[in-house]
């Protein structure tokens, strides 16, 4: 038998940013690598689980054993994380864009020497929230949360805002976003874990084996 820790889980992973497109040419985005996504669905893998990895544009090769699905606008990554349910644990690491443009236009926009055209925004699913209100809720729902202060206060609101079991706060002030380390806090209903800065691979595997430790006990092992 297989005794590794994640052993006939499926762990569900959003990871990357979002593209809204504009025409066909642009698009809004952000400064998103993925690469904390990524090294998570690789940890979940290395300890046994089935993985979902819905990730948004990243230059990144997918980890060995996960299923990748790739998507581009929140929309797109909303219907398929719902397609990927049920899940027995659910890692919203996504930099999901807040705002797509209400009309996409279909053709190139043209300058034409006339005034540049104004971007009317409308805001994009929380796929996190919806994910923890939904019937198909994880057993298991963590989200992250990326922040320059006040990092844990932030945090600990956000979880009870979100509905998620856990949020991971990282500390963006420094040059995490497309950087090799992170610096993380593990916020629960128990309270704060300080993880001390380290490699977005060391900071996945703590994550993993926090999560297989969870599901032992809330769904008997
Ligand atoms: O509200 P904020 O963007 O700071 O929340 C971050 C958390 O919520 C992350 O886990 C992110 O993946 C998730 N999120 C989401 N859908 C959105 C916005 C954020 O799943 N539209």
Not at 85 to 106: G, I
Not at 107 to 126: F, H, T, Y
Not at 166 to 177: C, E, L, R
Request: aromatic residues 4%.
């Amino acid at each position: 038998p297989d005794h590794r820790p994640l052993y006939g889980r499926h762990v569900l992973i959003t990871a990357g940013p979002t593209h809204e497109p504009i025409d066909p040419v642009r698009y809004i985005a952000n400064r998103s690598s993925g690469k904390q996504g990524f090294a998570i669905a690789a940890a979940a893998a290395a300890s046994g689980a089935r993985v979902t990895l819905v990730a948004g544009p990243v230059h990144l090769e997918t980890p060995p054993g996960v299923d990748r699905i790739d998507v581009e606008s929140a929309r797109e990554m909303a219907d398929a994380v719902k397609s990927a349910l049920p899940a027995d644990a659910a890692v919203m690491v996504a930099a999901v864009a807040d705002w797509r443009t209400r009309d996409f236009v279909d053709q190139k926009m043209k300058k034409r020497g006339s005034a540049p055209p104004a971007l009317i925004l409308e805001e994009n699913p929380d796929i996190l929230a919806n994910l923890s209100a939904s019937d198909k809720r994880p057993p298991l729902v963590v989200g992250f949360a990326a922040e320059t202060n006040d990092v844990v206060e932030h945090a600990t609101a956000k979880r009870k805002r979100k509905g998620a079991d856990w949020i991971v706060a990282n500390d963006v002030s420094g040059d995490v976003m497309g950087g090799s380390h992170n610096d993380v806090h593990i916020v629960t209903s128990k309270g704060v874990e300080d993880l001390p800065e380290m490699p977005k691979e060391d900071v996945a595997r703590a994550l993993v084996e926090r999560i297989a430790a969870a599901l032992e006990e809330t769904a008997g092992g």
